[in-house]
């Protein structure tokens, strides 16, 4: 299919371990954003990019998190020493541009991803 | 600051009746209104958007929004509500930071739309 594809669907690891998270986005999608999905809660922002460089990462939550995308398509979102409050799921989306509000954001599946 | 209210956490209708879901907007400047649906283990599905121009937009799958910029309201509607429409609906505003570009979705908390048969 032509949508955000995120791989893996769901990631259980162990309270300290180091996790990569993929997003595919759309092809010529410019803008890619990194989202966080609690249960209960709605959707809030992580990271942006525009092209390869991260414009903004305001809502990176602690810099256990990083976040790549060395040639403007694929990003990985890494998450270092996981805590079981990083259970979530990680919300991936592309846009063709950012400055365009006309322009809806599509979103990936998301990963589950639960630290035990 | 920019925030999105939904002031229910659920909103049970029969088929066949007409459908609300509530989103009420704070936000400084003109305000970019956006409606999500998700479906279990899914990601978020557009719906529609509010940028300017007519004040009751039309979306997908016959949803539609009013937007009330007295009442700072956009909330979704649907004249006749399905099964198939059990979801959890996510109102969004759009804030463009101008220093970074971004174009960042804030969320509300999210309805849960149950449609009884």
């Known amino acids: 299919g032509a949508g955000v594809s995120q791989t893996p669907s769901n990631k259980v690891t162990e309270k300290g371990k180091y996790v990569e998270l993929r997003c595919d986005p759309i092809?010529?999608?410019?803008?890619l954003y990194w989202y966080r999905q609690s249960l209960g809660q709605g959707p809030e922002f992580l990271i942006y990019?525009?092209?390869?460089?991260?414009?903004?990462d305001s809502g990176l939550p602690n810099d256990r998190f990083f976040a790549v995308r060395p040639e403007g398509s694929v990003s990985t979102l890494k998450i270092q020493r996981t805590e079981r409050g990083d259970s979530a799921v990680y919300l991936c989306a592309s846009s063709l541009r950012s400055r365009g509000a006309n322009s809806p954001l599509h979103f990936g599946n998301g990963t589950r991803l639960t630290v035990t | 600051a920019q925030s999105v209210a939904q002031p229910e956490d659920q909103v049970n209708v029969a088929e066949g009746n007409p459908l609300t879901v509530k989103c009420t907007y704070s936000v400084s400047g003109n305000p970019y209104l956006f409606w999500y649906v998700q479906y279990p283990n899914r990601g978020l599905q557009f719906l529609l958007k509010?940028?300017?121009?007519?004040?009751l937009v039309k979306g997908s799958y016959g949803f539609e929004a009013e937007f009330n910029k007295s009442q700072t309201s956009f909330h979704l509607k649907k004249p006749s509500a399905l099964v198939s429409d059990s979801a959890l609906y996510f109102c969004a505003v759009r804030v463009l930071r101008v220093s970074t570009g971004a174009n960042n979705l804030f969320f509300g908390t999210g309805t849960r739309l149950t449609v009884i048969p």
């Open positions: 990019f525009q092209g390869t460089g991260a414009a903004d």
């Open positions: 509010y940028i300017t121009g007519d004040n």
């Open positions: 092809s010529g999608h410019t803008a």
